[in-house]
Each structure stands twice: as structure tokens, then as C-alpha cells.
């Protein structure tokens, strides 16, 4: 069973930064460390569909969604399980609620992933 905890959201100020993290835990149906896996960032908005925001692989490639991109920056620190995602620049847009996901490929933790958080908010206000 996997499970994905999610932390750093809170209420911010247009311009400002924070910083999420995401520990994950447990074992994998492929029994696989999350090492090998591709994490990501997702978000969800009053009244609106969850939308990708960042993914990164195992090797550390990096993907973002346009409006997050020059202002998001996601890392991954394979020895604690956990990914990070450092938003700069914050603007009232990206109120939403966070959520952390894992699969063992990006082209479908971007569409379909396999893990879950349980999301953590994320307000800017103006």
C-alpha cells in the first residue's frame, strides 16, 4: 500500500513563495523503490478539473504545464522518498488544492497515475 502525505501549502500573498513536499511510503505493486518511479504535482481549483502542473522521471527529467513554467521548479530527493515543488511568483490563479502523484512513467502520471495524495491548499491572495 502506498501512501503519498503532502505538505507546505498555507495562505500567501501575490509575489510570494512556498514550497510543497511529498513523502511517499509503502511498497509498490511492481515492488520497485520509488526511485524508479516518476513523481508529479497536480492541482485542483474551486469549480474546475485537476490539471498536471510538474512531473519529474527516475533520471530527473523535468515537464511543466505552460503557466507554471519560469515560476515552478520540482526536485526529487530519492533517499527520503520525497518530492518538492518550489513555486515563486505566486498569483491568485494558483489557488488550488495540491496534489501529489506517482506512477512508473511520465506520460502517464500525466494523464492516469497510479498514486494519489491527499492534497494539501494552496491560497494567493491579491
Known amino acids: 500500500q502506498v501512501q503519498l502525505v503532502e505538505s507546505g501549502g498555507g495562505l500567501v500573498q501575490a509575489g510570494g513563495s512556498l514550497r510543497l513536499s511529498c513523502a511517499a511510503s509503502g511498497r509498490t505493486s511492481s515492488g520497485h523503490t520509488f526511485s524508479s518511479y516518476a513523481m508529479g504535482w497536480f492541482r485542483q481549483a474551486p469549480g474546475k478539473e485537476r490539471e498536471f502542473v510538474a512531473a519529474i522521471s527516475w533520471s530527473g527529467g523535468t515537464y511543466y504545464t505552460d503557466s507554471v513554467k519560469g515560476r515552478f521548479t520540482i526536485s526529487r530527493d530519492n533517499a527520503k522518498n520525497t518530492v518538492y515543488l518550489q513555486m515563486n511568483s505566486l498569483k491568485p490563479e494558483d489557488t488550488a488544492v495540491y496534489f501529489c502523484?506517482?506512477?512508473?512513467?511520465?506520460?502517464?502520471?500525466?494523464?492516469?497515475?497510479?498514486?494519489w495524495g491527499q492534497g494539501t491548499q494552496v491560497t494567493v491572495s491579491s
Open positions: 502523484a506517482v506512477d512508473s512513467y511520465v506520460a502517464v502520471l500525466r494523464t492516469a497515475p497510479s498514486y
